[in-house]
């Protein structure tokens, strides 16, 4: 197995996550893009691992730490989403400008 | 590593057997007209990761990816979607109209051969060692001897989401005992 086909594979998932992040208009949607694209890390993380062979696994240590960080994220998101959608009756990204001049 | 080598290695095929349905999955994830279905395809997606972190040799990793991701992660958006009522059908109105979703093609597909091109010129051809599987005893020695201090952070992250996840999502008392209060004045008129 060469480190290449891992990587490639890890581009191709970060940007389809890319492509949802920019085009999905429903914001739960969106958030799971952005799951998507930390899942293409994780994968770089432990083929970088086992490709250097590290003797601290730390490419594994730090991907268990990008799952805790991605599951506090998704609480987090979600709960926004879910406070959005009580004040405006909808979770459209589209609908969200209060903030736009 | 020649492309003639890499034919003749079985475990290639595994790859590939892993990788075509999770590049499927993922498209399907980002394309799919049906919220429902989308959150589905992400479990094929996350699956085919854990899947290849099993033929990586990072047991303890896949694990935790099928139970954090697929089993917890998975039902916390299913929850989302019933609670914000996405229409559950087909729904044209999920992504862009086609002039918004062009551009977005250009800079997801720009920046794929971008890093494709960048690490076919820094790592092409690089073999990954044969070494044996990663125990998870020696996982959980690195985490407590060398990346303590990371995994402390990580559990004050999570405590703060904890704690966050809960203020932002439960109503305010003050405004319940109003909302009773007023449904209560409606009923005798």
Redesign the interface.
């Known amino acids: ?9 890890g ?10 992040v ?8 969106v ?3 952005v ?2 694209m930390l ?1 293409a890390v ?2 770089n993380l ?2 970088f ?3 250097l ?1 590290d003797q ?3 490419g ?6 990008v ?10 998101g ?6 959005i ?1 009580r004040n405006r009756r909808n ?1 459209n990204v589209d609908d969200l400008d209060l903030m736009k001049l | ?1 020649t492309f003639t080598d ?1 034919v003749a ?1 079985a ?2 095929y595994v ?1 590939l057997a892993i ?1 075509i349905p ?2 499927f999955s ?2 399907r ?2 394309a799919s007209q049906n ?1 429902v279905h ?2 589905l395809y ?1 479990v094929g ?2 699956a085919g ?1 854990a899947a ?2 099993l ?4 047991e ?2 896949a694990w ?2 099928v139970l ?2 697929i089993g ?2 998975v039902v ?2 299913l ?3 019933m ?4 229409p559950l059908g087909q729904d044209v ?4 109209p086609l002039r ?2 062009l ?3 250009v ?3 720009s ?2 051969l971008l ?2 091109g960048a ?2 010129d820094a ?7 044969e ?1 044996e599987a ?1 125990r998870t005893f ?2 959980g020695i ?2 407590f001897e ?2 303590v201090i ?2 402390e952070v ?1 559990s004050v ?2 405590l ?3 704690v ?2 809960i203020v ?2 439960r109503r305010d008392p003050d405004e319940m005992t109003e909302e009773v209060v007023s449904e209560s004045e409606e009923v005798p008129q």
């Not at chain 1, 979600?78 to 406070?83: D, E």
């Not at chain 2, 033929?55 to 990072?58: H, I, K, M, V």
């Open positions: 197995m060469t480190i290449v086909q891992f990587l490639v594979l581009a191709a998932m970060f940007s389809f996550g890319v492509y949802g920019l085009t999905r208009r429903n914001a739960v949607l958030l799971l893009s799951e998507l899942a994780n994968i432990v083929a691992d086992r490709f062979a601290l696994a730390g594994q240590v730090f991907a268990l730490f799952i805790a960080v991605a599951a506090a994220e998704v609480g987090i979600l709960a926004i989403v879910l406070l959608f979770a | 590593m890499w290695q475990e290639n790859f990788a999770m590049l993922a498209w994830v980002v919220v989308s959150v992400l997606a996350l990761s290849l972190f033929l990586l040799g990072s303890f990793v935790t990816v954090v991701y917890a992660v916390l958006f929850f989302g979607i609670i914000t009522r996405a109105e999920l992504s862009q918004q979703r551009p977005a093609a800079v997801s597909g920046l794929f890093m494709t690490m076919f790592f092409g051809g690089d073999v990954i060692p070494t990663t020696d996982v690195s985490i060398r990346w990371p995994f990580v992250i999570l703060a989401a904890l966050g996840g932002l999502a």
